[in-house]
C-alpha cells in the first residue's frame, strides 16, 4: 500500500471530517503503490472500515485499487468519499476500490466518485460479495468528476455477487462495458 498497509489480520479504523489518506493528509500524498495494489490503502485478509466523513483521495497504484485495495478481506464504508471534486484516484483496475475474494459494504451517504482505471473506473470486483445500500452513489451529476474507465466506467465485476440498492449513474466507459456497470 501507498499510504497504509493492513495485513495477516489486522484491523483498521479510518474515521473523521479531518481525515483523508493522498492529499492533504498526515500521510504525505498523493500515495502511490508504484509497483503494486493499493494506492492509498491495502488491505491483505484483514478489515478496513472507513467513515463519518472521512476521504481517500489523490491515490495512484500501477496495479488495482488507487484508492483501496482488499484482498480476502472486508472493507466497509460508511458515510465516505472515495475520491473528490479535485482529486483523483488512478489505478490499472478499480480506480477508486479493487477487491477480490473479499466482502464489501458501500453504506450511508457514501460517495465513490472521480476515479480512473482501464476496468472498473469507481469499483472493480472479483469474487466478491458487495452490498450497495439506498443512499450510497457510485457516480455524480457533474460528468466532470463522473468515474471513468475503458470498460465499466462506474462497476466492473467478475464471479460476484451484487446487492444493488443504491445509485450507479453518469459514470463513463470509452470502450464496451457500459458507463454504469460491466
Same mark, same amino acid.
Given at each position: ?6 495485513? /495477516? ?25 508504484? !509497483? ?9 485478509? @484483514? %478489515?478496513?472500515?472507513? @467513515? /463519518?466523513?472521512?476521504? %481517500?483521495?489523490?491515490? &495512484? ?8 485495495? %482488499?484482498? /480476502?478481506?472486508?472493507? &466497509?464504508?460508511? #458515510?465516505?468519499?472515495?475520491? @473528490?471534486?479535485?482529486?483523483? !484516484? ?11 475474494? @473479499?466482502?464489501?459494504? %458501500?453504506?450511508?451517504?457514501? &460517495?465513490?466518485?472521480?476515479? &480512473? ?43 460476484? #455477487?451484487? /446487492? ?19
Amino acid at each position: 500500500g501507498g499510504g497504509i498497509l493492513l495485513r /495477516n489480520g489486522a484491523t483498521g479504523l479510518v474515521s473523521g471530517s479531518q481525515t483523508s489518506i493522498g492529499l492533504n493528509s498526515s500521510i504525505l500524498g498523493p500515495n502511490q503503490a508504484t !509497483n503494486g495494489n493499493g494506492g492509498g490503502i491495502c488491505v491483505l485478509d @484483514s %478489515v478496513l472500515v472507513v @467513515s /463519518n466523513t472521512a476521504r %481517500v483521495a489523490h491515490n &495512484r497504484a500501477s496495479g488495482a485499487g488507487g484508492g483501496i485495495y %482488499v484482498s /480476502n478481506g472486508v472493507c &466497509r464504508l460508511y #458515510r465516505t468519499y472515495i475520491g @473528490s471534486d479535485n482529486h483523483t !484516484n488512478y489505478a490499472g483496475s478499480g480506480g477508486g476500490i479493487a477487491a477480490q475474494q @473479499s466482502t464489501v459494504l %458501500v453504506a450511508s451517504t457514501t &460517495r465513490i466518485l472521480s476515479s &480512473r482505471a482501464v476496468a472498473g473506473g469507481g469499483l472493480a470486483l472479483d469474487g466478491c460479495d458487495v452490498v450497495i445500500e439506498r443512499d450510497a452513489i457510485v457516480g455524480d451529476a457533474d460528468p466532470v468528476v463522473a468515474n471513468m474507465a475503458w470498460v465499466g466506467g462506474g462497476l466492473y465485476a467478475g464471479n460476484s #455477487r451484487i /446487492n444493488l440498492q443504491g445509485t450507479i449513474w453518469n459514470n463513463a466507459a470509452v470502450l464496451i462495458g457500459g458507463g454504469g456497470l460491466a
